[in-house]
T-cell receptor
Framework: GNSVTQMEGPVTLSEEAFLTINCTYT??????LFWYVQYPGEGLQLLLK?????DKGSNKGFEATYRKETTSFHLEKGSVQVSDSAVYFC????????????FGGGTRLMVKP | NAGVTQTPKFRILKIGQSMTLQCAQD?????MYWYRQDPGMGLKLIYY???????DKGEVPNGYNVSRSTTEDFPLRLELAAPSQTSVYFC?????????????FGSGTRLTVV
């Protein structure tokens, strides 16, 4: 079956540091890949997505590239801000699972001023 | 568009009480889902529905029931509340046949059972 593995948190960074949150997946076929962000006390919001190999999703300074050869979709940001403190979820969907998303366990990011 | 609306936002229940968590979406999405999120943990799927009149169990359905009489609404029922059901509950929806869309989530219901 499909699965998503994320690096465990929390990840603690100073403001303006470089961020990488690793995400790898197992899936049959050609999945679409997503990053969701959950700010404290809120629901999950779609941050970015990529629907085919070598696509790069980007939003709010975050980027992730769909790497089929390494089955990865790592989230990066060049300079984090305190306001980026949140929980980040990697997810995938594939045709063999209908519309269902498979989520990773989430990674908490804490950015210190 | 309102998207996915969940009510109430907060609720405290006593053990053994029952309640219904409401979820409504105005995007004409066929698929709807209920998740729970325990503190510091990821999401666990409780129930889902692929359309009006059709529901199916997810990973953790025990203690819950759902119905889907309309495309818009997908209420989650707790019949005999237990402390183990203390959690944050999220409803989500997605359109039929668009696996590259992802989900739209509601803002959640924080439930405490005492």
């Amino acid at each position: 079956g499909n699965s998503v593995t994320q690096m465990e948190g929390p990840v603690t960074l100073s403001e303006e540091a470089f961020l990488t949150i690793n995400c790898t997946y197992t899936a049959t076929g050609y999945p679409s890949l997503f990053w969701y962000v959950q700010y404290p006390g809120e629901g999950l919001q779609l941050l970015l997505k990529a629907t085919k190999a070598d696509d790069k999703g980007s939003n709010k300074g975050f980027e992730a590239t769909y790497r089929k050869e390494t089955t990865s979709f790592h989230l990066e940001k060049g300079s984090v801000q305190v306001s980026d403190s949140a929980v980040y979820f990697c997810a995938l969907s594939s045709n063999n699972a209908g519309n269902m998303l498979t989520f990773g366990g989430g990674t908490r990011l804490m950015v210190k001023p | 568009n309102a998207g996915v609306t969940q009510t109430p936002k907060f609720r405290i229940l006593k053990i053994g009480q029952s309640m219904t968590l409401q979820c409504a979406q105005d995007m004409n999405h066929n698929y709807m889902y209920w998740y729970r999120q325990d503190p510091g943990m990821g999401l666990k799927l409780i129930y889902y529905s692929v359309g009006a009149g059709i529901t199916d169990k997810g990973e953790v359905p025990n203690g819950y029931n759902v119905s889907r009489s309309t495309t818009e609404d997908f209420p989650l029922r707790l019949e005999l509340a237990a402390p183990s059901q203390t959690s944050v509950y999220f409803c989500a929806s997605s359109p039929l046949g668009q696996t590259n869309y992802g989900y739209t989530f509601g803002s959640g219901t924080r439930l405490t059972v005492v």
